[in-house]
Each structure stands twice: as structure tokens, then as C-alpha cells.
């Protein structure tokens, strides 16, 4: 074969997979606009596979014309969370409390499409295999991490809607460490009172977080994780009515959280690290306060990020 | 322009430069934001009115005592904020820290630990070798407060509210 012949059939089978299969950050970018384009009701599964592992089933239904979305968890404690807007509501039957956040991250810092390119500087993303989940076609696309302060990501796209229908969270070592899939799913068909909560919470407790963006004088890192920047800083209230800040930090896919609260009057006061899945939560004393850093990321980037707080006076 | 949003929001515009604004917040999204997070900082002091009795005072005293604005940085206030606006993120900031509170009276040595500053890429994170604890009681309120704000809500909608710690788990070992 010449080198022009085989140039140019390189070019035709270029040209083909080219169009069999649209380059990985056109999934991700496909994947972001079903996720807000797109009614649909279904089943999926949370799976934790450390130890003795866990599985947990939730229905999902999602209202586009009001963006309201609806998720029930199936097993365990009876718990029921309705999103709209501009709120988050999270209905506990069993102990009739129910808990509402306002929305401050409305838009941002949630992944905007134009943010999506930007995600190449901390990992490598390709596309991988298909496969067929809950009875649909589907390609997956790979984000391998570059360092091993954040978490890698199988992402698998359902063919014609781009809609996520399964995304595994992978360590260093390639193990899965969670795994969300639907089981069931129908896109369409979506009514307005099917995201109606299912209780009314008539005399239900009702625990406000407040949440508002606000400056938390004094507190930051002494020095940040590379690639995680902070996105947002707000004052909230947590559980019945314990006033703390929060601080997050993000590398644009991967978010911790460190939320700081006076000491005084808290019960618990172990140190050290908690963990359930990819999420890890690590908990320390700063300066009179107890610090709580919540993330999907690596314990490795947690505890750091934990050990980097610190309070300074706000200059006079 | 975000001075002049400041000022839309007093009503202390002309007619003319107004309808210069408003065009600018239906077309700009960084007007937009400034418009929104301006009115999310007003919001946020219109709930100072729950706060106890005295605490105005106890505000106005800590603002005299400080003559730094601590606007929100991120939110990009600008360096010399005019009029309520000012006044509303200096108060903000301040009324956090009372309502927090906050601030140690005393001058902080050095946080005992910190992370290596090291910044070189790529970095070789040493394994975590912190005492492993059971989830803290309220893990639960941490998780609802936290996954409102990761990117990954973007690709997977509410999936990830999906995990709790369960009631089991969360029951002291007997």
C-alpha cells in the first residue's frame, strides 16, 4: 500500500468513528444538557463497595417544565427529598422533621458546559466502552485523574438522550469505589403532581438551614490543594439549629466542604476520619472551633484540606 | 457597573442611566450575578431581624471598631462600595462573625498542623494515616449541606442525595 492509500484510508475510517462516536467532551457536554433538558422517571441503585459493601435503591422523577425534581429512597430510613428552584426539602416521616436549604448554588458553582474543556487540566478523559444498562445502549467515557488527590469517573451516556445512566467513581488502584445505576427508566411522561412531595408536613418540624453567602472573616487554608479552589463561602445553620460556615472547594467535578462551629456545647468531639463510599469526612479542633470537612474526594485530599485550616485575625 | 447596579438598587438613578442598567442585567451575566448576589446579601440582613435584642448596637459598635469592608471577596464587591451596599457587606461579615460566635479574642499561634506546602506537580499525596472514627452523629446534616454544592449534581442530578448514613450505622455500638 502506498502512503497515499493509506493516508487516505486512515482519513475514511477516521471519518467514520468520527461519526459512530462524537469525541468524549461532546458526551460530557451531552450528558450535562439531558441532566437539565430532560423528564424522566426511574430506579436506580447506589452501591458502596468497601467493606461489607451497601446498596441502596431510590426512585428518581424529574419535572423539566417546573425543574423540579423528586427522590425517594427506597430502603432503610424512610426519607424523601423534593428539589425545585430554589429550594431543597428533606422530608424525614419518621421523625416528621423536615429540613429546607435554600438553594445559594443555583447555577454556580454546578458544572456550566463552558466549564467542561476546563476539566482536562486535572484529568485525562476518553472515551471507553458501550454497554447496555436498564435495556439501553450506552458509551462510556473515562476520566483518569492525574494525581491522586481526586477520584477517577466511568461515566456511561445513554446513546440517543446522553442521559448518565451509570457513573462509578474509581481510586488509584482502578477499583470501583461506588456505583450509581439506573435499573429502570423512562424518559417522558412526567406530570406535576408526580413531584409533589408525599407529605404535607403539617405540623412537621420545620429546620431552616438559612443558608446565605457571607464572608467567614479570619477562616481560610493555609494552603489550598492543588487544583481545588474555593468556590463559595456561606453562613448556615446545621441539624436543629447549630450555627456554623461552610467553605467549599472544588476542582470542577470533585467538592469539598468544611464546615466550621463553635465548640461549645458539643457532645462529640472524636478527631479523625470517617468513611462511606468516595465521600470521606474528617473532623479536628481549630482555634475553639471543631472543623468538619465533607468530600467525594480521596481520604488523602480530606484530611489535607482539614489540616490546612486555620483561623487569622482579620487584620485591624 | 456594579456601582451603578448598587445604585439602581437605592432608586437614585435617572430614568435614562436605569434603563442603561436593566438592559445590562437582561444581557450581562456578570451584571446579573452582582444584581443577584447584591440582593442575596440584603436578604441575608433582612434576617438579622431575628437576632436578639441589643444586637444592632452590638453591631454598630463592631462596625466602628472596624473600619476594613470585609466584602466577600469571591463575589468581586468593589474595592470602595457605595452607600447601603457598603454599610450591608461590612454588616454581613460582621454579624456573621457575632452570630458565629466567631473570632478568638486572643492572638492565634500557628495551627498546630497544616499540609505540606509543597505545590509541585505531580503531587505524590502521602496515604492518610489519620485515626479512622465512625461517622459523627449528624453526618446526615453535613452530607444535605454538602452535596447541594458538588459540580457532580451537573452529570448526575439528585442521584447523590440518594446516599445517607443509614440508622444502623448511625446507632452507637452497644
Not at chain 1, 113 to 126: G, M, W
Not at chain 1, 148 to 165: C, Q, T
Not at chain 2, 145 to 168: D, I, K, W
Request: charged share 25%; glycine share 8%; net charge positive.
Amino acid at each position: 500500500m502506498t502512503a497515499r492509500a493509506f493516508g487516505a484510508a486512515l482519513a475514511i475510517a477516521t471519518t467514520v468513528a468520527h461519526a459512530q462516536s462524537p469525541d468524549p467532551m461532546t458526551w460530557l457536554r451531552k450528558m450535562h444538557e439531558a441532566t437539565q433538558r430532560l423528564s424522566y422517571s426511574g430506579t436506580f441503585v447506589y452501591q458502596i463497595h468497601q467493606n461489607d459493601g451497601r446498596t441502596e435503591t431510590s426512585r428518581i422523577t424529574r419535572y423539566a417544565a417546573g425543574d423540579i425534581e423528586k427522590l425517594e429512597v427506597m430502603n432503610g430510613v424512610p426519607r424523601e427529598i423534593v428539589r425545585t428552584r430554589d429550594r431543597v426539602r428533606c422530608y424525614l416521616p419518621d421523625s416528621r422533621v423536615v429540613k429546607v436549604d435554600r438553594r445559594v448554588d443555583r447555577d454556580f458553582p454546578g458544572l456550566l458546559p463552558e466549564q467542561i474543556p476546563a476539566l482536562t487540566r486535572h484529568y485525562d478523559i476518553s472515551l471507553g466502552e458501550t454497554q447496555r444498562i436498564a435495556g439501553l445502549e450506552c458509551q462510556s467515557v473515562v476520566l483518569q485523574p492525574k494525581d491522586n488527590l481526586r477520584y477517577g469517573y466511568r461515566l456511561y451516556a445513554e446513546v440517543r438522550s446522553g442521559m448518565l445512566m451509570r457513573a462509578d467513581t474509581i481510586d488509584s488502584a482502578g477499583h470501583s469505589v461506588e456505583t450509581l445505576m439506573f435499573t429502570q427508566f423512562t424518559p417522558g411522561n412526567v406530570t406535576r403532581d408526580m413531584v409533589r412531595p408525599s407529605h404535607e408536613g403539617k405540623n412537621w418540624r420545620i429546620e431552616d438551614a438559612g443558608a446565605a453567602p457571607a464572608s467567614l472573616a479570619g477562616w481560610g487554608l493555609a494552603a489550598e490543594l492543588p487544583g481545588f479552589h474555593k468556590v463559595i463561602e456561606l453562613k448556615r445553620r446545621l441539624g436543629e439549629s447549630r450555627a456554623a460556615g461552610q467553605m467549599v472547594f472544588s476542582d470542577g467535578l470533585a467538592a469539598v466542604s468544611v464546615f466550621i462551629e463553635p465548640l461549645e456545647g458539643r457532645r462529640d468531639r472524636a478527631s479523625g476520619l470517617a468513611s462511606m463510599g468516595a465521600i470521606h469526612i474528617y473532623t479536628r479542633e481549630v482555634a475553639n472551633h471543631m472543623i468538619t470537612v465533607v468530600g467525594e474526594a480521596p481520604a488523602v485530599s480530606v484530611q489535607r484540606i482539614a489540616d490546612a485550616v486555620e483561623f487569622r485575625r482579620p487584620p485591624q | 457597573m456594579k456601582d451603578r447596579i448598587s445604585v439602581l438598587m437605592d432608586g437614585e438613578l435617572d430614568d435614562g442611566s436605569a434603563a442603561r442598567v436593566i438592559d445590562a442585567l437582561a444581557s450581562e451575566g456578570e451584571a446579573r450575578e452582582a444584581w443577584r448576589t447584591y440582593h442575596l446579601i440584603s436578604d441575608a440582613l433582612g434576617k438579622s431581624r431575628m437576632l436578639s435584642a441589643g444586637f444592632s448596637d452590638r453591631v454598630a459598635a463592631a462596625l466602628a471598631a472596624e473600619p476594613t469592608v470585609l466584602a466577600p471577596r469571591r463575589l468581586g464587591v468593589p474595592r470602595e462600595p457605595r452607600r447601603w451596599l457598603a454599610l450591608a457587606a461590612g454588616v454581613a461579615a460582621v454579624s456573621l462573625v457575632a452570630w458565629l460566635g466567631f473570632a478568638p479574642q486572643l492572638p492565634l499561634v500557628a495551627p498546630v498542623a497544616q499540609a505540606p506546602k509543597s505545590t509541585v506537580a505531580p503531587v505524590v499525596a502521602k496515604e492518610a494515616n489519620a485515626a479512622v472514627v465512625p461517622m459523627p452523629s449528624g453526618a446526615n446534616d453535613y452530607l444535605l449541606a454538602h452535596q447541594a454544592f458538588s459540580p457532580r449534581m451537573s452529570f448526575q442530578g439528585m442521584a447523590p442525595y440518594a446516599l445517607t448514613v443509614s440508622g444502623r450505622a448511625q446507632e452507637p455500638r452497644r
